[in-house]
């Protein structure tokens, strides 16, 4: 309260805002505005529950709108699982980026569809350094970033934001890392904010088509893929100007991807 005080006296022309993952505590009702860190998808629930969860925090200060202050989910760019349905475990070994990728496309579809919320910030940017963190089996490191620590490699939901967010033109097929795929049957996603992509499976058009959460996702249901080797090329004519995005995914039978990952660090400790 004190410190409140002190900014308002200080620079009497500007809100004063704190942050806060624990409802209903004093602190939270000092500051004129209030942040929420909520992570629906990472560390509790389905990443759906996002716009409930932005609704339920708008309640908790008298419908006068909040921020999110944090929201997000980690992954290891070397870990993959197709079609993942729920998240894993958060103080676990195994985080696959395509749950990411799914938490952030619905987290944000919650967040940008709730005109109270009059801000909101992705946690984080890049993979950072945490001492004592056991997480996602690299030691030290918090990897809910959108880009890896070396700032190198960017994730799927990098290319998310953008698309969503950016000028410059984006048409980007997801799930590149992911090569080896453990079903025949899948699922395409594209992300492109230049129109409605044409996508190919080994030279042939696909069809069916379908918006997900937001102008700038395409999904195509029910893909069966060939065999080994299969070449994936989303391509769309935007101002006269051809852009095109190339993956290769191979399909050899059948595989649990976490499993085997568990197997394998269970045995050589890496």
Known sequence: QELNEVAHKEDPGRLTVAAANVENRPENVITDIMAYNTYPGWYWAQPSIMKSSVAHWNRLVGNKGICVS???????IWHHQQDVQSAP?????????????????????????????????VWNMFDFAVPTSKRGSVDARNMKGMMTFDRRIKKDSYFWYKANWSKEPVLYLTQRRNAVREKKETSITVYSNIGTPKVYLNGKELTGVRKGYTDVHYIFDKVVLDDGKNILKASLLHQGKEYTDEI???YNGECNREADFLEHKKEHGS
């Open 89 to 121: 475990k958060t103080d676990g070994i195994f985080h696959p980026e395509e749950w990411q990728a799914i938490v952030h496309e619905q987290n944000y579809r919650g967040i940008s569809s709730s005109d109270f919320v009059w801000g909101s910030f």
């Open 70 to 76: 944090e929201y997000g989910a980690g992954a290891n």
């Open 248 to 250: 290769e995914w191979n």
